[in-house]
């Protein structure tokens, strides 16, 4: 059967409205990914009370967890008129601004250990809550907005690319203020809430969802759309791959600190060169390693490259510390991989998923992804912790230079969850995925069904609005 409909293509000025979203969430949470580690441990002086650490990152992964499942079914069954994912985004965006300033304002550990649990575990939860509610359905929207594939891969690198830029931010932002006066990083953390919030509330004025989803598909029942979901191998070792891939992203976004603290003793600036620098230049080519490997196995290739090279990190900085510089370059290649090809897997799978269960359930497929893979964020949190806490580690005096009379220890400690095990992370995830079968002539296949059937829900919609 024939189809008439035409994926739905965009200019490069729409890409970048598309990207302004992830700019405003990678600049809030660049920086939550790579200050929250050491602010636990370097600066609320928690390092000595690992467990409690511990206890924060429990609670904060129950309530959290859960919450991406349950949101993603309820975003997939909204009828609202304005739709089923922007208007989340849009009025979620002021509050995921506020509690993110709040974490910030936490009291350290002169004021008590459990006001400190008490604060976090408060912040920290909302802040997440806030962050899944947005980009969750941000995610959702990418494979719904086109079903071209290398139209997805063209929005996903101008995300990626305005994501790299307030990553670096993240990083550039709190590397400023950070070693000087608590107020000056506070007045900073409340001017990234207000930028971060206002370029996600952009994408959502210049974006509208695909009213045959919203207005034609019948929503799934809650065990029924478990069932589809669980019944999906695609899905299965795709969220397997993923929560290696989570997993590294927390812990080499704190890390970028901690080695230039603690292993090269030098401005963390210059680490941020190295890796992001491969990163910037990397995303434009993504599109034709795709068309030549396809995604899955061009994101294998670059898994390995990136793992790899985090593991010789781990050992050649023993031998000359500068040759950690070339290693993290290296990595940085690698790091494209899952930052492009891990959407466009998700968006494979959802699109096999409505051929079987014939309605559209992004938010679903994000969510439970996320209910298995949000313990990994935690994880990283917590092997630093409890690490450090083993070796004895010495935290700084408030906002001074880092401590540097530490055991041996502890430095191999910092060397150990900041390069080996990341690095060892990437090198599991791309072996998973050697199992994934949407790939070659299937996904052909999958790409011009789906067409067909979208075809005949704008058709069907057509007639409902002129009957």
């Keep these: 059967m024939e189809t008439t409909l035409e994926a739905p293509k965009f200019s490069p000025k729409e890409r970048a409205y598309w990207a302004s979203a992830s700019f405003g969430g990678a600049l809030i949470n660049g920086i939550y990914a790579a200050l929250i580690n050491i602010f636990y441990n370097d600066y609320l002086g928690l390092s000595s009370e690992g467990i409690v650490v511990l206890y924060i990152q429990i609670i904060f992964l129950l309530v959290n967890a859960f919450n991406d499942p349950i949101f993603g079914i309820v975003s997939d069954r909204t009828r609202a008129r304005k739709g089923r994912r922007i208007p989340f985004m ?3 965006a002021p509050f995921l601004g506020l509690t993110f300033v709040l974490i910030w304002f936490s009291p350290d550990i002169t004021s008590g250990v459990w006001v400190v649990f008490i604060w976090m575990v408060i912040t920290t ?12 359905v941000y995610s959702a929207l990418l494979p719904e907005i086109t079903e071209d594939e290398p139209e997805r891969n063209k929005l996903k690198v101008f995300a990626s690319f305005f994501n790299l830029i307030g990553m670096i931010l993240g990083f550039i932002i709190p590397d400023l203020f950070r070693n000087f006066s608590r107020p000056l990083l506070l007045i900073s953390m409340i001017v990234v809430g207000i930028i971060g ?6 994408t959502t004025y210049k974006f509208k969802e695909r009213p045959e989803f919203t207005k034609l598909d019948e929503p799934l029942g809650l ?13 299965l070792i795709l969220v397997a791959a993923n929560f290696l891939v989570i997993f590294f992203q927390s812990s080499i976004l704190s890390a970028v600190f901690w080695i230039a603290d603690y292993v ?22 993504t599109p034709r390693l795709a068309k030549k490997w396809g ?11 990136g793992g790899i090279s985090l593991v010789a990190g781990f050992f050649l900085s023993y031998l000359v510390v500068e040759l950690l510089y070339i290693c993290m370059f290296i990595a940085g290649i690698g790091f494209v ?21 014939g309605v559209r359930r992004e938010a679903a497929f994000f969510g439970i992804n996320a209910l298995f893979t949000k313990p990994a964020q935690s994880l990283a949190i917590v092997i630093p912790s409890l690490l450090l806490d083993w070796t004895g580690f010495i935290p700084r005096e408030e906002f001074q230079p880092p401590n540097l009379s530490q055991p041996f220890e502890a430095f191999l400690a910092i060397r150990l969850f900041t390069l080996l095990i990341p690095g060892l992370a990437l090198i599991f995830s791309s072996l998973i995925l050697q199992k994934y079968p949407i790939r070659g002539e299937y996904w052909d296949s999958i790409q011009k069904q789906i067409l067909i059937l979208h075809d005949k829900k704008h058709k069907k919609l057509q007639e409902m609005e002129r009957g």
Excluded at 295 to 305: E, K, M, P, T
């Design 264 to 285: 090269t003793q030098s401005s963390s600036l210059i680490l941020l060169v190295f890796i992001f620098i491969p990163l910037l230049i990397g995303i434009w080519f």
């Design 223 to 235: 065990v029924e759309a478990l069932k589809y979901t669980f019944k999906s191998k695609s899905f």
């Design 295 to 305: 995604v899955v196995r061009s994101n294998q290739i670059l898994l390995i490259i």
């Design 125 to 136: 939860c909302l802040y997440d809550t806030a962050y899944t509610i947005i980009f969750l």
């Design 337 to 357: 991989g899952p930052l492009i090809f891990n959407d466009l897997l998700f968006a494979q799978t959802i699109d096999e998923d409505e051929l079987n269960s």
């Design 90 to 92: 849009r009025y979620t």
């Design 197 to 202: 919030s206002i370029a996600i509330i952009i």
